[in-house]
């Protein structure tokens, strides 16, 4: 069974700074997605970020990257530069293949972005 | 990309009715998905709603409590049935166009309060 591990329940963090989102993954499968989602406190699941098993390279969106440790089962996520708007629930999940079939989530980690 | 949408928005029932929450999307999707979301936690998979034919339960939920519907490529419903204050959750629909693709979209969520 596919498990994502998030050990930061809350992270503060003062605006322009950089901050890193911890996301380690259990799996027995060689083919699988690791997905970032941001919900704000309206509600609403927004995608970030997306790597699949197989990509050499760690994926970038913008501020957002993805720091891939395939052999360490890790799939942080990067956000540079952080602003107010970044306070959130940000949630890791996983996908049993690299497209995007049922998700398993993390917990997720309540980041505060202080002026 | 998919926009969806979902009615109601939120809704507040009673002990032993049943609420039946329905998933619009704006373009054909080859998959749609439930999810709940149970107060200060995560996101749990309900079920994948097949088109034409039974739902895929997760492990943990039956079809006599959450019968779910998908008449069509664009449409989706979810049935919370005999409620008990312990179904209090967001119920969440998302979606995607190909299960090779990695891009799945969420729909706003049903804010379901138990009385």
């Known amino acids: 069974a596919q498990k994502i591990t998030q050990t930061q329940p809350g992270m503060f963090v003062q605006e322009k700074e950089a901050v890193t989102l911890d996301c380690t993954y259990d799996t027995s499968d060689p083919s699988y997605g690791l997905f970032w989602y941001k919900q704000p406190s309206s509600g609403e699941m927004i995608f970030l970020i997306y790597?699949?098993?197989?990509?050499?390279q760690n994926a970038t969106e913008g501020r957002y990257s993805l720091n891939f440790q395939k052999a360490r089962k890790s799939a942080n996520l990067v956000i540079s530069a952080s602003q107010l708007g970044d306070s959130a629930m940000y949630f890791c999940?996983?996908?049993?293949?690299?497209?995007?079939?049922?998700?398993?989530f993390g917990q997720g980690t309540r980041l505060t972005i202080n002026p | 990309s998919a926009v969806i949408s979902q009615k109601p928005s939120r809704d507040i029932c009673q002990r032993g009715t049943s609420l039946t929450i329905q998933c619009q999307v704006d373009s054909q999707v080859t998959m749609m998905f439930w999810y709940r979301q149970q107060p200060g936690q995560s996101l749990t998979l309900i079920a994948t709603a097949n088109q034409g034919s039974e739902a895929t339960y997760e492990s943990g939920f039956v079809i006599d409590k959450f019968p779910i519907s998908r008449p069509n490529l664009t449409f989706s419903t979810l049935t919370v049935s005999n409620m008990s204050p312990e179904d209090s959750s967001i119920y969440l629909c998302?979606?995607?166009?190909?299960?090779?693709?990695?891009?799945?979209?969420f729909g706003p969520g049903t804010r379901l309060t138990v009385t």
């Open positions: 790597q699949g098993s197989y990509d050499q």
């Open positions: 999940a996983m996908s049993p293949d690299q497209g995007a079939q049922k998700l398993v």
């Open positions: 998302s979606a995607s166009t190909s299960p090779r693709n990695y891009e799945q979209y």
